[in-house]
């Protein structure tokens, strides 16, 4: 509950600092929606011959590309640039500072850079979803909506975790920008792949090192009624063990870490 109370204080000076600068405030707004329609434009283009993608039809893979932008927007909206300031804290030593506080330092660094800014791109992902629901055939009930939901809220958290395992590298490496460039070319390439086309060395990488390969695949099986119980106990319970590695991870780093007063 005091963690709760500290979240809501950091997102209302959050919110203040970015009225002062509503420019900033509407430009990412603009700026998101146009790569989502940049990479709508994209998939239209590059599909736009072919009826299906491995087991998914065009209205799936509608589903798809939307269920991934919904989980992307979702990081950009709470997490992403709080986590993304991880790995610049440990190497200037500011992360001093977040040591010191009465709260976990990992949860301050998560939530206090709040993006309201792409709240829109959720809207826009819905749209989308909503789409390829009518394309696809797709009757979606409340029970079905709700499971969806729950899904996509799994793998934002998935999404999360591996995100913080790369920004905690830097406790034990002096450079990852090569981690870093190897992570966008990873979810680029998992947003115009459904994740059940990979096979081999690639199935391992992206259904247990770096599961960007399930997040938005697991979700769009669940809501066309494709998804088994097999594939919903693995998305769930590598969810689990990956958040239990996280906070292990993140823990064990920090008995690693070289402060600027040390």
């Keep these: 509950m005091q963690n709760w109370q500290l979240i809501k204080t950091l997102w209302r000076m959050r919110l203040s600092h970015l009225m002062v600068f509503r420019l900033s405030f509407f430009g990412a707004t603009f700026v998101d929606g146009f790569m989502f329609l940049l990479e709508l434009l994209t998939f239209q283009a590059m599909y736009s011959w072919v009826d299906t993608i491995g087991t998914f039809s065009r209205g799936q893979m509608f589903i798809f590309v939307g269920t991934f932008s919904l989980i992307n927007a979702l990081n950009m909206v709470i997490y992403f640039f709080g986590v993304n300031s991880i790995t610049g804290k440990i190497r200037d030593g500011s992360l001093d500072h977040y040591l010191t506080k009465p709260m976990s330092p990992l949860l301050r660094l998560t939530f206090e850079q709040l993006n309201p800014g792409s709240l829109p791109l959720i809207v826009l992902s819905a749209v989308i979803i909503g789409y390829g629901a009518e394309v696809a055939g797709v009757r979606v009930d409340a029970l079905t ?17 591996c995100e913080v395992v790369l920004r905690t590298l830097p406790f034990f490496f002096i450079s990852t920008s090569a981690v870093n460039e190897m992570e966008g070319y990873l979810i680029e390439g998992c947003l115009r792949v459904p994740g059940m086309l990979f096979t081999g060395v690639w199935k391992v990488v992206f259904w247990f090192v770096l599961p960007y390969g399930i997040m938005a695949t697991v979700p769009t099986q669940l809501m066309t009624g494709a998804l088994s119980f097999t594939g919903a106990a693995y998305a769930v319970g590598l969810t689990v063990a990956f958040t239990w590695f996280t906070m292990w991870f993140w823990k064990f780093g920090l008995r690693h870490y070289k402060s600027a007063s040390s």
């Design 145 to 161: 909506a709700l499971l969806y939901l729950l899904m996509v809220a799994l793998m934002t958290l998935l999404w999360y975790d």
